[in-house]
T-cell receptor
Framework: SQQGEEDPQALSIQEGENATMNCSYK?????LQWYRQNSGRGLVHLIL?????REKHSGRLRVTLDTSKKSSSLLITASRAADTASYFC???????????FGKGTLLTVNP | EADIYQTPRYLVIGTGKKITLECSQT?????MYWYQQDPGMELHLIHY???????EKGDLSSESTVSRIRTEHFPLTLESARPSHTSQYLC??????????????FGSGTQLSVL
């Protein structure tokens, strides 16, 4: 079974609103990463947060990590139609570089 | 922008054919991966390589095979394609020389349809 699991499965919002996606995982991790996938394309790395970090920012992205609850959230502020994509969390349990992905959250931003 | 390329982008073939999906990267990364993804589903790791002449099976059993004769090239082969192999195949690479940066770079994927 997958290590990471995103919630919600799908999210539809209006342009300018904030979008929050959550990720829960099962085992201890070395780091957690978020990726974006446009329809029918490969994944693009967004942000990486390490197990000893609690919050990280990158442009309009804000990621939090709560290792006690084994969960992470991705916040996209002031969303744009171009943010429409699937968002995946991926966890690395150790230093073996093998990432495990969740099923993703499909975000639709309506103009 | 990632310098990792997959060909073909789309492939429709008949059952029983042998196929090879190409993946090349120009970043000099030592680690390369193949993931399989069905629509709306998670990615499953089917093969990975930590360097030349190193290949390992991933978490999801696959009838495909891979080779790593050159650092930049990591092709995936199906000896006899079946409809159950219909899926998107994503190739990725990472650079273990950068210990603090373990992110993956992905190609655009190959959408395989076996009739």
């Amino acid at each position: 079974s997958q290590q990471g699991e995103e919630d919600p499965q799908a999210l539809s919002i209006q342009e300018g609103e904030n979008a929050t996606m959550n990720c829960s995982y099962k085992t201890s991790i070395n780091n957690l990463q978020w990726y974006r996938q446009n329809s029918g394309r490969g994944l693009v790395h967004l942000i990486l947060i390490r197990s000893n970090e609690r919050e990280k920012h990158s442009g309009r992205l804000r990621v939090t990590l709560d290792t006690s609850k084994k969960s992470s959230s991705l916040l996209i502020t002031a969303s744009r139609a171009a943010d429409t994509a699937s968002y995946f969390c991926a966890t690395s349990p150790g230093s073996n570089y093998k990432l495990t992905f969740g099923k993703g959250t499909l975000l639709t931003v309506n103009p | 922008e990632a310098d990792i390329y997959q060909t073909p982008r789309y492939l429709v073939i008949g059952t029983g054919k042998k196929i090879t999906l190409e993946c090349s990267q120009t970043m000099g990364h030592d680690k390369m991966y193949w993931y399989q993804q069905d629509p709306g589903m998670e990615l499953h790791l089917i093969h990975y390589s930590y360097g030349v002449n190193s290949t390992e099976k991933g978490d999801l059993s696959s009838e495909s095979t891979v080779s790593r004769i050159r650092t930049e090239h990591f092709p995936l082969t199906l000896e006899s394609a079946r409809p159950s192999h219909t899926s998107q195949y994503l190739c990725a690479s990472s650079d273990s020389a950068i210990a603090t940066n373990e992110k993956l770079f992905f190609g655009s994927g190959t959408q395989l349809s076996v009739l």
